[in-house]
């Protein structure tokens, strides 16, 4: 991709630097947020904990991905209607809020209730991080930006459950009360120092308006299609693997170390490999971190050993450093730009429709028999790449100069 810095050292370096001040409030506001995210990989330890079954977990996870879903199509509508800034402000001060009330919850109803609000607010921000980095940065730079988008978020993935296994060892609200107060502050920088970005009023604002767009766009709805499979694999890391390694005697500070694995990898080699895979075909490359990610978790027909989760985890992370910055850019260029909230929010849609399936069917499948979950991930992974490359045609499949 011609936006990826050129060789990797001084070009990858100097290509960073020339990003605007905006992007850079946008990248530290999003690590902080991150750096907070304590309770999520926790859910299914801190609801085992209260004598809850697996089958409740799945149930409870899936109510937040079912939040997490309607909050796809508020976020969208409001990044494009009010502005990228007030939307990212309302999402972060709300989810904090909602974390804190569940911290007070011990009921299933009330926990299931609780998280579904915290999704569907807590969710709400990437449509408007999503178009917000497209209304900051030019087509050949997009692909290196979202990279250093995702490097933010696993930075901070890397260091929150890390700190978050050892806080929960003391005591589970120490995790609540520090993910909101994360969320508060990366609301204020939000609201102060991000700008509005691009949005349109009237008709142009509306979902009607977006339909007709969307029937057309077929490498769009292929797109959407796969990326329901890999939120179902995705889900698994903070949903099956979490509870796999608990099961095979990991307490939760050596499964918050397991997650590290993840971020830290992603903040040391995603650049780099950014840049020195910048020649490769988008779409393959897409498709083949897809299957990557689903066959990883086939590890696990090998047992619950800590060598085969560190495994897991790495191959899972490879797959994704291949290719989710890419999916980012390659949405992007999918959109409108006066409709890149609303795209997006219907790609959030999609994820969403995944981790709830892997969330509730994932987890269910595990208490019935863990391997008939992992052999799912495999056939889940393999099948999203080829519906992306088996229904993906046209010149839109053509993105950052990569030609299929």
Same mark, same amino acid.
């Given at each position: 991709?011609?936006?990826?810095?050129?060789?990797?050292?001084?070009?990858?370096?100097?290509?960073?630097?020339?990003?605007?001040?905006?992007?850079?409030?946008?990248?530290?506001?999003?690590?902080?947020?991150?750096?907070?995210?304590?309770?999520?990989?926790?859910?299914?330890?801190?609801?085992?904990?209260?004598? !809850?079954?697996?089958?409740?977990? #799945?149930?409870?996870?899936? &109510?937040? @991905?079912?939040?997490?879903? *309607?909050? +796809? $199509?508020? %976020?969208?509508?409001?990044?494009?209607?009010?502005?990228?800034?007030?939307?990212?402000? !309302?999402?972060?001060?709300?989810? #904090?809020?909602?974390?804190? &009330?569940? @911290?007070?919850?011990?009921? *299933?109803? +009330? $926990?299931? %209730?609780?998280?579904?609000?915290?999704?569907?607010?807590?969710?709400?921000?990437?449509?408007?991080?999503?178009?917000?980095?497209?209304?900051?940065?030019?087509?050949?730079?997009?692909?290196?930006?979202?990279?250093?988008?995702?490097?933010?978020?696993?930075?901070?993935?890397?260091?929150?459950?890390?700190?978050?296994?050892?806080?929960?060892?003391?005591?589970?609200?120490?995790?609540?009360?520090?993910?909101?107060?994360?969320?508060?502050?990366?609301?204020?920088?939000?609201?102060?120092?991000?700008?509005?970005?691009?949005?349109?009023?009237?008709?142009?604002?509306?979902?009607?308006?977006?339909?007709?767009?969307?029937?057309?766009?077929?490498?769009?709805?292929?797109?959407?299609?796969?990326?329901?499979?890999?939120?179902?694999?995705?889900?698994?890391?903070?949903?099956?693997?979490?509870?796999?390694?608990?099961?095979?005697?990991?307490?939760?500070?050596?499964?918050?170390?397991?997650?590290?694995?993840?971020?830290?990898?992603?903040?040391?080699?995603?650049?780099?490999?950014?840049?020195?895979?910048?020649?490769?075909?988008?779409?393959?490359?897409?498709?083949?971190?897809?299957?990557?990610?689903?066959?990883?978790?086939?590890?696990?027909?090998?047992?619950?050993?800590?060598?085969?989760?560190?495994?897991?985890?790495?191959?899972?992370?490879?797959?994704?450093?291949?290719?989710?910055?890419?999916?980012?850019?390659?949405?992007?260029?999918?959109?409108?730009?006066?409709?890149?909230?609303?795209?997006?929010?219907?790609?959030?849609?999609?994820?969403?429709?995944?981790?709830?399936?892997?969330?509730?069917?994932?987890?269910?499948?595990?208490?019935?028999?863990?391997?008939?979950?992992?052999?799912?991930?495999?056939?889940?992974?393999?099948?999203?790449?080829?519906?992306?490359?088996?229904?993906?045609?046209?010149?839109?499949?053509?993105?950052?100069?990569?030609?299929?």
């Amino acid at each position: 991709m011609s936006g990826a810095g050129g060789p990797a050292g001084s070009g990858l370096w100097s290509s960073l630097r020339a990003l605007p001040r905006a992007f850079w409030v946008l990248f530290f506001g999003t690590f902080i947020n991150r750096a907070g995210t304590f309770v999520l990989p926790f859910l299914t330890v801190f609801m085992k904990e209260r004598g !809850f079954e697996p089958w409740q977990s #799945g149930q409870a996870i899936g &109510a937040w @991905s079912l939040g997490s879903l *309607f909050a +796809g $199509l508020l %976020g969208g509508w409001l990044a494009d209607r009010f502005g990228r800034n007030k939307t990212l402000a !309302f999402s972060l001060f709300a989810g #904090g809020a909602s974390m804190l &009330a569940l @911290s007070q919850v011990t009921t *299933f109803p +009330g $926990l299931v %209730g609780l998280l579904f609000l915290a999704g569907f607010v807590g969710e709400a921000t990437n449509p408007a991080t999503h178009a917000m980095v497209a209304d900051l940065i030019p087509l050949e730079q997009r692909t290196l930006a979202y990279a250093a988008m995702r490097v933010a978020v696993n930075a901070g993935f890397a260091l929150g459950p890390a700190v978050g296994g050892f806080l929960a060892e003391g005591s589970f609200f120490r995790l609540f009360a520090a993910d909101a107060g994360t969320s508060a502050v990366a609301g204020v920088m939000a609201l102060l120092f991000l700008p509005r970005g691009h949005t349109v009023s009237g008709a142009q604002a509306s979902w009607a308006a977006v339909w007709p767009h969307v029937r057309v766009n077929r490498n769009f709805l292929a797109y959407c299609a796969s990326v329901v499979l890999v939120g179902a694999v995705l889900r698994q890391m903070t949903a099956g693997f979490s509870l796999f390694a608990a099961d095979n005697g990991c307490g939760t500070g050596l499964i918050g170390l397991m997650f590290a694995i993840n971020g830290s990898l992603i903040v040391l080699f995603e650049l780099p490999l950014n840049v020195r895979t910048r020649h490769w075909p988008v779409l393959r490359s897409i498709a083949a971190g897809f299957a990557l990610m689903g066959g990883s978790f086939g590890l696990f027909f090998l047992g619950g050993s800590v060598a085969v989760l560190v495994t897991t985890m790495t191959v899972l992370t490879v797959g994704e450093m291949i290719c989710l910055s890419r999916t980012s850019a390659y949405l992007a260029s999918l959109s409108p730009p006066d409709m890149r909230g609303r795209f997006a929010g219907m790609t959030g849609l999609s994820w969403c429709v995944g981790t709830a399936l892997g969330g509730m069917g994932g987890l269910a499948l595990y208490q019935v028999q863990p391997a008939a979950l992992w052999a799912a991930c495999v056939a889940a992974g393999a099948l999203a790449a080829g519906i992306l490359l088996g229904f993906s045609r046209g010149p839109e499949a053509v993105k950052e100069g990569n030609r299929e």
